[in-house]
């Protein structure tokens, strides 16, 4: 049963143009999400993170949105440059919870 | 300040055989989780070891374990391999147990098995 569901295994997206990667969890205990990155022969990188009180946050090129009633969370990368392809994984955990649960990752290339 | 590492980088077994992957975390950090990558699956949680306690455990077979030295440093055990397990095996390092630190990652072990 995955609890994160990445639904998308890969995205196209011209560069200077929006990426929006989405990301769906079916657990309501889930108060904290984060977005990693992903280059070949390199460990995931931390991105962005956003708390169940918020539904919003922002970090210069990246904003991740929250729709708790919806379950839903998203990245918008605006604008998009050939450097950001990578592999997006969307991750959960509980406030009380010391593991990450991952979904299974978008790719995302950025065309020139 | 150095990152989280992991050795060997690549290695190659056969089925059968035994493996043990190391792992050095970020200096301060306490917690140690192992993480396997394969395709299409995403990160699957192994197990988190902080103060050399194994604090959770994924839903793996019991061929897999693992421990948490003094210093931190932490090393991942898979004994008599499969095929399946040939895939990506990822640390994460954080300073804390609780559920809001962010992990920081290692490059990884990829372990083939043939």
């Known amino acids: 049963d995955q609890q994160v569901k990445q639904n998308s295994p890969s995205l196209s997206v011209q560069e200077g143009r929006i990426s929006i990667l989405n990301c769906d969890y079916t657990n309501s205990m889930f108060d904290y999400f984060l977005w990693y990155k992903k280059y070949p022969a390199e460990g995931p990188t931390f991105l962005i993170s956003?708390?169940?009180?918020?539904d919003k946050n922002e970090d210069g090129r990246f904003t991740v949105f929250l729709n708790k009633s919806a379950k839903h969370l998203s990245l918008h990368i605006v604008p998009s440059q050939p450097g950001d392809s990578a592999v997006y994984f969307c991750a959960a955990s509980t406030s009380s919870a010391r593991q990450l649960t991952f979904g299974s990752g978008t790719q995302l290339t950025v065309l020139p | 300040k150095a990152g989280v590492t992991q050795t060997p980088r690549y290695l190659i077994k056969t089925r059968g055989q035994q493996v043990t992957l190391s792992c050095s975390p970020i200096s301060g950090h306490r917690s140690v989780s192992w993480y396997q990558q394969t395709p299409g699956q995403g990160l699957q949680f192994l197990f988190e070891y902080f103060s050399e306690t194994q604090r959770n455990k994924g839903n793996f077979p019991g061929r897999f374990s693992g421990r948490q030295f003094s210093n931190s440093r932490s090393e991942m055990n898979v004994s008599t391999l499969e095929l399946g397990d040939s895939a990506l095996y990822l640390c994460a390092s954080r300073q804390g147990s609780g559920g809001a630190n962010v992990l920081t990652f290692g490059a990884g072990s990829r372990l083939t098995v043939l």
């Open positions: 956003i708390s169940s009180i918020k």
